[in-house]
């Protein structure tokens, strides 16, 4: 890819991603506001142009486009509605961590992520129930700290301990 192409495509991947954040943080400022539907909008604008850069380029790897624009992909990748546009990247993305070409962590999140909304065990444990604050069903849970330590994660525990105690500060509990 030639540079100046890679440099606009991360430069639309990182503003996409910015523009679903400042929506997010609309929505949790203001959660009785009018903002599922430009969310939803957003959200579905970013999966067709994602579809599009994957299908003329190939997954945006982080030697491609850098590692905030290839992380800003994986992002907009999680949220699209289109499960179909995730479970062919997450194949992209498998091959691409395993060739050193995007961290292994991508990889983790958006296999999680298919096998959740396919009704399957997770793998690394990255899923949580929102409403319970406890994982999705994980496959081998005996082995899981070691898997997720393989792919940059740390222990589940930990990071569920992290996630109650940003929810209690977003609560003011």
Known sequence: MVPALARALAGEL????????RLMRQ???????PWREPLAACRAGNAEALAVIVRRHGWPTTDQVGAPASTAALMI???APDLGLQLGCRDLIARAAADGLCPALHHAYIADHCAVELGLPQFYGTRVDPVTLRPCPVRSPGTLDERRRDVGLGPLDEQLRRLRDDVRGFRGT
Request: charged share 45%.
């Open 27 to 33: 929505a949790r400022d203001r959660p009785t506001g």
């Open 14 to 21: 990182l503003r996409r991603a910015g523009e679903e954040r």
């Open 77 to 79: 990748l999680l949220h």
